[in-house]
C-alpha cells in the first residue's frame, strides 16, 4: 500500500521567513495530494491540495508543487507568521474511496 | 461553513467498557470515516463507510470496534471492549464523493484508565 514519508519533524522559522515542508509517496498511482494543518487540540484542517494533473498550485500565502516522476511534494509558506504555527500533515491518496494516507506531520514553530 | 460535528470532545472510560463516539458529517456527504491519532503521532486510518457498509478497514479496526449509521444524520464508533492502548484522539471525516476533498471533524479525545 501507500506510504508516505515527510520531513522535517520540526521547523523553527523566523517571522516573516518562508518555510518549506516535503514529502514523499510509494505509490506511483497515488493523484491526489492534500496538505492538513493541525492546531493544538483541533482536527485537520485541509489548507490546500493538488491533483496529479499540474505541478503547483497557488493560494496566497501557501503553494504546493508536485514532481510526479520524482513521487515528491512539497508545501510553501511565504512570509512566515506567528499563526502559522501548528503541525502540517501530507497526504496521499489513489482515486475514489481509498482513504488517505497522512505523513507523520510537521511542527512549524513561527518565531515572533 | 457546515463542518463535521463531534461529541464528546472527551471521553474517560474504565478499560474493558464500552464506549460509542459519535459524528454528524456534512449533510450532502455520502462518505464517511474514522480516523485516530495517538499523542504526537500521525493520522492513522481506521475504516471508511459508504452506502450503508463499511468499504474498508485497517488492521486497527478488529473485532473490538463497529461503525454504525442509525439514521440519516450520525455515524457511530463503537469500541466493545476498550483497552489502554485505545487511549488517542478520534476523528471523524467525511466527504461528498470519491476523490473529493476530506473534511474533519474537531475530534474526541478518549482516556481508557
Known amino acids: 500500500g501507500e506510504n508516505v514519508e515527510q520531513h522535517p519533524s520540526t521547523l523553527s522559522v523566523q517571522e516573516g521567513d518562508s518555510a518549506v515542508i516535503k514529502c514523499t509517496y510509494s505509490?506511483?498511482?497515488?493523484?491526489?495530494f492534500p496538505w492538513y494543518k493541525q492546531e493544538l487540540g483541533k482536527g485537520p484542517q485541509l489548507i490546500i491540495d493538488?491533483?496529479?494533473?499540474?505541478g503547483e498550485k497557488k493560494d496566497q500565502r501557501i503553494a504546493v508543487t508536485l514532481n510526479k516522476t520524482a513521487k515528491h511534494f512539497s508545501l510553501h509558506i511565504t512570509e512566515t507568521q506567528p499563526e502559522d504555527s501548528a503541525v502540517y500533515f501530507c497526504?496521499?491518496?489513489?482515486?475514489?474511496?481509498?482513504?488517505?494516507?497522512f505523513g507523520k506531520g510537521t511542527r512549524l514553530s513561527v518565531i515572533a | 461553513e457546515p463542518e463535521v460535528t463531534q461529541t464528546p470532545s472527551h471521553q474517560v472510560t474504565q478499560m474493558g467498557q464500552e464506549v460509542i463516539l459519535r459524528c454528524v458529517p456534512i449533510?450532502?456527504?455520502?462518505?464517511f470515516y474514522w480516523y485516530r491519532q495517538i499523542l504526537g503521532q500521525k493520522v492513522e486510518f481506521l475504516v471508511s463507510?459508504?452506502?450503508?457498509?463499511?468499504?474498508?478497514k485497517s488492521e486497527i479496526f478488529d473485532d473490538q470496534f463497529s461503525v454504525e449509521r442509525p439514521d440519516g444524520s450520525n455515524f457511530t464508533l463503537k469500541i466493545r471492549s476498550t483497552k489502554l492502548e485505545d487511549s488517542a484522539m478520534y476523528f471523524c471525516?467525511?466527504?461528498?464523493?470519491?476523490?473529493?476533498?476530506?473534511?474533519f471533524g474537531s475530534g474526541t479525545q478518549l482516556s481508557v484508565l
Open positions: 493538488i491533483r496529479s494533473n499540474v
Open positions: 497526504a496521499a491518496i489513489y482515486s475514489g474511496n481509498t482513504p488517505l494516507v
Open positions: 471525516a467525511s466527504r461528498p464523493g470519491p476523490g473529493e476533498k476530506l473534511f
Open positions: 463507510f459508504y452506502n450503508n457498509e463499511i468499504s474498508e
Open positions: 505509490d506511483s498511482a497515488s493523484n491526489y
Open positions: 449533510s450532502n456527504h455520502l462518505y
